[in-house]
């Protein structure tokens, strides 16, 4: 299923919430270097040093529940993932700043520790590699994704998370309770893109 919203850095923050209803968790698992919007939890570890905050006026309690991981340094980062108790871990399969791509048997293996540790897998996609995104190119499902940018055509500001039935539905039982909210939600085949 699919669950449009207003931009990429939108879908992050429904990603999130997702995970941690699904969950039922609090830590966030983020790679060093890698940019997933504004949003205080993710708009940490974005350069170097990543201790550091990211702007002024960053909230210095808002990565207090995010976990730094190293990319494509599997030991170091299987072991944190089987430590931690983390509710998600995102990751963009190329880092987009930098342009450096993941190792397809890293992300691979990432794949096979979330799934052993119930700790569910967001790839952004907000800048895509290819149609079938970069999900398609690296041989792995997540167990969400979201999107931005590219959706739009570059034209209209719009994003999206899409994901496991059981986990997008979420959103839907939330939007029953609060009719004040602006995400569509639709199953991912027969959307007209």
Known sequence: MVAFNNSGNEANLHALKLARAYTKRDKIGKFEGMFHGVLEPLFVGTSWPVKEPESAGHDPLSGKNTIFLENNEPDATYRTIKKRKLTCVITELVVGGATVPADKEFIKGLREVCDETDTKLIIDEVIRLAPGGGQEAFGVTPDLTTFGKAIGGGEFPVG??????????????????????????????????
Do not use: N, Q
């Not at 997008?168 to 027969?190: F, Q």
């Open 160 to 193: 999206a998370v899409g994901g496991k039935r059981e986990i997008i539905e979420l959103i839907i039982a939330h939007i029953r309770r609060d009719r004040s909210s602006l995400c569509v939600v639709a199953p991912t085949w027969g959307i007209p893109w």
